[in-house]
Antibody, heavy 118, light 111 residues
Framework: EVQLVESGGGLVQPGGSLRLSCTASGLTFTKYSMHWVRQAPGKGLEWVSYISDSTNYIYYADSVKGRFTISRDNAKNSLYLQMISLRDEDTAVYYC???????????WGQGTLVTVSS | QSALTQPPSASGSPGQSVTISCTGTSSDVGGYDYVSWYQQHPGKAPKLMLYDVRKRPSGVPDRFSGSKSGNTASLTVSGLQAEDEADYYCSSHAGSKNFVLFGGGTKLTVL
């Protein structure tokens, strides 16, 4: 069974930084491209970033471009999201998800809450 | 404002069918057969229900079906059951510029 566990969320002040992690098990991590998707409180889903299995392809939503960096460590079965210059509007539950062949988000973690507030 | 447009709500009685639309542009929904649908119950992570417009992952009942015409994709839930009450989101690949777009979500109520 595929399991994704996010961690690293918490309370951070505007302008601060945070690094999210997603640890995968039950799958051959090196064969999977990955997404980060977020959901602000009471709002809908927003795609954040994508990284291919080989890290050759990386994409970001315009709302986070230049501030967020996606990366992965295949040896540790882990996906990361480095977030800097955080804003109030970055407050959300952040989910990691495996990517299907045509960019669907197939398996999801339980999410980690990031709160940006002074 | 969400990039893909969904109706905010939909409803139906048990046993009935309901269809939820997802409208985009020729750069996303209309340009690729890469539309997905997700179900989200309150306080839970989303769950993939359909991908590539109409394909069902293992374990998803065949009561859930998908279609696409032009720039609009649709999710149909047949034989509504109480457990189908949830929020439903569509998404589409949108090329290298926007990559993945989500709809604003539709709250499905089973009356």
């Amino acid at each position: 069974e595929v399991q994704l566990v996010e961690s690293g969320g918490g309370l951070v002040q505007p302008g601060g930084s945070l690094r999210l992690s997603c640890t995968a098990s039950g799958l051959t991590f090196t064969k999977y491209s990955m997404h980060w998707v977020r959901q602000a409180p009471g709002k809908g889903l927003e795609w954040v970033s994508y990284i291919s299995d080989s890290t050759n392809y990386i994409y970001y939503a315009d709302s986070v471009k230049g501030r967020f960096t996606i990366s992965r460590d295949n040896a540790k079965n882990s996906l990361y999201l480095q977030m800097i210059s955080l804003r109030d509007e970055d407050t959300a539950v952040y989910y990691c998800a495996t990517s299907g062949g045509h960019y669907s988000a197939d398996n999801w973690g339980q999410g980690t809450l990031v709160t940006v507030s002074s | 404002q969400s990039a893909l447009t969904q109706p905010p709500s939909a409803s139906g009685s048990p046993g009935q069918s309901v269809t939820i639309s997802c409208t985009g542009t020729s750069s996303d929904v209309g340009g690729y057969d890469y539309v997905s649908w997700y179900q989200q119950h309150p306080g839970k992570a989303p769950k993939l229900m359909l991908y590539d417009v109409r394909k069902r992952p293992s374990g998803v009942p065949d009561r859930f079906s998908g279609s696409k015409s032009g720039n609009t994709a649709s999710l149909t839930v047949s034989g509504l059951q109480a457990e189908d009450e949830a929020d439903y989101y569509c998404s589409s690949h949108a090329g290298s510029k926007n990559f993945v777009l989500f709809g604003g979500g539709t709250k499905l109520t089973v009356l």
